[in-house]
């Protein structure tokens, strides 16, 4: 994916809170995360210590089969709301606008809402103008590294 490498860290299970602190304080402007990464890369596993260093108090689980998974946090004293989407299922963007992925988006980029998109391949013609593309995968059996890139479109 082309794009400006905003963010490379590597991590364990061990540091991963760590990572997710350091993720999220160098890029919560930010409003659409596009998580990429083969079967077991930890796409979710990230999301989900994310989720905790923001302190949602809803049940974080992978929303493979619900498809769109809606989490809130308090950030500077106001709800915001997190989108976890998961595109693996789906067979295209037509079938991800009628699921309601598209409603998602937008109201990311209108209102302080976030999405974090698993599988964003699947139904890209979906992603906005501008959004991060994180790109997760092993260094080793017990070590990943994540690159995050600045994707602006046409």
């Known amino acids: 994916m082309e794009g400006e490498v905003l963010l490379r860290l590597s991590y364990t299970l061990d540091t ?17 995360f596009a998580f990429s990464g083969e079967m077991g890369a930890g796409k979710t596993t990230f999301i989900h210590y994310l989720c905790d260093y923001l302190q949602v108090q809803d049940a974080v689980s992978s929303p493979t089969f619900a498809l769109i998974n809606e989490y809130h ?13 998961d595109w693996y299922r789906l067979r295209d963007t037509t079938e991800a606008i009628n699921a309601g992925m598209e409603d998602c988006i937008i109201t990311a980029n209108t209102t302080p809402a976030i999405c974090l998109i698993e599988w964003p391949e699947k139904a890209m013609e979906l ?6 593309w994180i790109s997760i995968g092993p260094i080793s059996p017990s070590e990943r590294e994540m690159t995050v890139k600045l994707v602006r479109t046409a």
């Open 73 to 85: 946090f308090t950030d500077a004293g106001k709800d915001r709301t997190i989108y976890h989407l």
């Open 127 to 132: 992603l906005p103008r501008q959004y991060l």
């Open 16 to 32: 991963i809170a760590d990572a997710a602190k350091q993720f999220w304080q160098q890029l919560h402007g930010h409003r659409v």
